[in-house]
Structures are given as structure tokens and as C-alpha cells.
T-cell receptor, first 117, second 108 residues
Framework: EAGVTQFPSHSVIEKGQTVTLRCDPI?????LYWYRRVMGKEIKFLLH????????ESGMPNNRFLAERTGGTYSTLKVQPAELEDSGVYFC???????????????FGPGTRLTVL | RKEVEQDPGPFNVPEGATVAFNCTYS??????FFWYRQDCRKEPKLLMS???SGNEDGRFTAQLNRASQYISLLIRDSKLSDSATYLC?????????FGKGTSLLVTP
């Protein structure tokens, strides 16, 4: 079974440009998460989808970040316009439960390394 | 105050040694606790969940002290392949809260 995949693996852009990151979760997983690791800091939660709905976006840094999950399948995270401090590794994760509170293991993708120059 | 705090290390130990990592968390409402492992430039992977009664998986033993808000991981008989960053992770909902990680290098 395929794991979580992310595209691209690396992206180098200039300040002010737009970048769109894509995540394909494990097939059948309703929960999809975005996390980010900025250099020297811990991995931080950005947001959580249940199917196509945003369940929790409390970790989104500001309105330059827009996440979507059309049809409850893959998700995109757009940064527009990108700033220097957006550089880091963006991880996507998915898990399989959607009802009530219950922890199911979150499986992480390999991440997208974003560099803003 | 950070939600999850860990000693960043690095811990350099010889093969066969026993090494222990500690972690504290600030949110007393936290409900689930984990250790993840992350290899260099790779994604985090779940190593083990941590239960109140303590739990063991082969050479790995995890302990949780809810009163002290403290989590530990003990690795016995270290192998070269154990070299990685160990992330203490806590959640109180669906979002995971990560520590910065503790770096372990096992040497021959």
C-alpha cells in the first residue's frame, strides 16, 4: 500500500512568489494534517482536515497560507506571497479514524523542503 | 513555555550501551503520548505509544508520569541503527505537539 506522498520534494522560490504544495494521503484516510518545521524549531501543527472540511486551522501562521482538500482526497497548501520566514520543511500526515476522539497513528509523508530567497 | 521540552543532546553512546531520554509537557489535559523517530532528512515515524502503566517493545521501554507531566524512553543494548533523532510527542485532540527532538549517535 502506498504511503503519504508529497510534491514537490524541494522548492526554491523568491520572496513574493507563490508556491503550491501537494499532499496525497493514504487511500481511505479521512484525516489529513499539515505540519511545518522551521530551521532550529520543533515540528508545528498547521491544520487538520476531516474529509474535505477544515476541522482545525489554529496553527496556520497568517492569511498568506491557504489549504484546500477538494473532494476529500488530496490536499494543497498554497503560500502567496511567500516570505523569507516561510522557509522550512512542510510535512503532510494522514490517519484513518474520523468519528469522535480516538487516536489513530498519523503517517507522515517525506515532506517538501521550501526555500524562500 | 513550550508545550513539549526535550534535552536536544546529542547523546553519543557506544554500541551495547543503555541510554535514556526524558521529556516534559506543559498541558495537563494532554491525552496521548508517543515517541517518534526521525532519521536525517526523513519524515517522523511512530516508534511507540506511551501508556500510563509503562510499556515495552523489545529493547525500548517507555514510561509516563502524569502527575509530573514527564515521559521517558529507555533504549537498551544500543545498535548503530538506533542513531536518529527521537521526538517526544503529545496530543490533546488530533493535532500532535512535538518536542524539538533528542539526537542519538551510536558509535562502534
Amino acid at each position: 500500500e502506498a504511503g503519504v506522498t508529497q510534491f514537490p520534494s524541494h522548492s526554491v522560490i523568491e520572496k513574493g512568489q507563490t508556491v503550491t504544495l501537494r499532499c496525497d494521503p493514504i487511500s481511505g484516510h479521512d484525516n489529513l494534517y499539515w505540519y511545518r518545521r522551521v530551521m532550529g524549531k520543533e515540528i508545528k501543527f498547521l491544520l487538520h482536515f476531516v474529509k474535505e472540511s477544515k476541522q482545525d486551522e489554529s496553527g496556520m501562521p497568517n492569511n498568506r497560507f491557504l489549504a484546500e482538500r477538494t473532494g476529500g482526497t488530496y490536499s494543497t497548501l498554497k503560500v502567496q506571497p511567500a516570505e523569507l520566514e516561510d522557509s522550512g520543511v512542510y510535512f503532510c500526515a494522514s490517519s484513518g479514524t474520523s468519528g469522535g476522539y480516538s487516536y489513530n497513528e498519523q503517517f507522515f509523508g517525506p515532506g517538501t523542503r521550501l526555500t524562500v530567497l | 513555555r513550550k508545550e513539549v521540552e526535550q534535552d536536544p543532546g546529542p547523546f553519543n553512546v557506544p554500541e551495547g550501551a543503555t541510554v535514556a531520554f526524558n521529556c516534559t509537557y506543559s498541558n495537563s489535559a494532554s491525552q496521548s503520548f508517543f515517541w517518534y523517530r526521525q532519521d536525517c532528512r526523513k519524515e517522523p515515524k511512530l516508534l511507540m505509544s506511551v501508556y500510563s502503566s509503562g510499556n515495552e517493545d523489545g529493547r525500548f521501554t517507555a514510561q509516563l508520569n502524569r502527575a509530573s507531566q514527564y515521559i521517558s524512553l529507555l533504549i537498551r543494548d544500543s545498535k548503530l541503527s538506533d542513531s536518529a533523532t527521537y521526538l517526544c510527542v503529545v496530543n490533546s485532540g488530533y493535532a500532535l505537539n512535538f518536542g524539538k527532538g533528542t539526537s542519538l549517535l551510536v558509535t562502534p
